[in-house]
């Protein structure tokens, strides 16, 4: 959703065709390492917008290479747009699968739970130092949108090691309780009381 939403916000600032949208969103995000794209998803996410009506074909370029259409922005898509910009962004922050790997480690006998969380506080690590180390090269005086963002997943990133000794801590309590089950539902048609028919 957020990469079709920001592909339009791209072609919104001027119209542009696939393979610069590519390049745009990569160098809008930091690069790669940060938010993964491939170029093929960003063709059909534009053959998506195209058939929804959100952007149009304005052109082809046929300079040296192969044809390349250039997309504008529709009214439609310039709403949609708006709308997206100046609403809140929900927070995923319970949708997270190392969690969901804990939960089933502990249902399982396949992995230690301990070293599990050994691994998975080593690679925080690693990401919080790779961080560190490139926020040294970026210019705060033409990056500094990019150096924020790198500042909000270096305080992420603390907050997830914080967490796992806190996990850690716990591990032993966690372990004793039962799993998380669903509600038993009760099957066949609902039992109706005597005189409740009368009522009706």
């Known amino acids: 959703m957020s990469v079709r939403l920001a592909l339009l916000g791209l072609i919104s600032k001027k119209p542009r065709h696939g393979y610069d949208l590519y390049n745009s969103f990569i160098a809008l995000v930091g690069g790669e ?3 993964a794209v491939k170029k093929p998803q960003i063709y059909t996410t534009l053959n998506r917008l195209l058939k929804n ?11 040296g290479g192969p044809e390349k259409t250039i997309y504008r922005i529709t009214s439609s898509g310039e709403k949609l747009l708006k709308d997206w910009l100046s609403s809140a962004t929900p927070s995923e922050h319970q949708k997270d699968e190392f969690y969901l790997k804990l939960m089933i480690t502990l249902a399982t006998s396949y992995v230690d739970p301990y070293d599990l969380l050994y691994k998975q506080r080593s690679r925080l690590f690693k ?8 926020k040294l090269k970026k210019d705060k005086n033409k990056e500094l949108a990019l150096l924020l963002l790198m500042e909000q997943a270096s305080m992420r990133i603390e907050a997830d090691l914080r967490w796992l000794d806190m996990v850690e801590a716990r591990l ?3 372990s004793s309780q ?21 009522e009706k």
């Open 178 to 198: 039962p799993m998380p089950m669903p509600e038993a539902k009760h099957r066949g048609r609902p039992i109706i009381l005597v005189g409740e028919e009368e």
């Open 33 to 35: 390492e940060n938010w």
């Open 53 to 63: 009506g959100l952007i149009s074909e304005e052109s082809v370029e046929k300079e």
């Open 127 to 134: 990401e919080l130092h790779r961080i560190n180390v490139d």
């Open 172 to 174: 032993d309590d966690i």
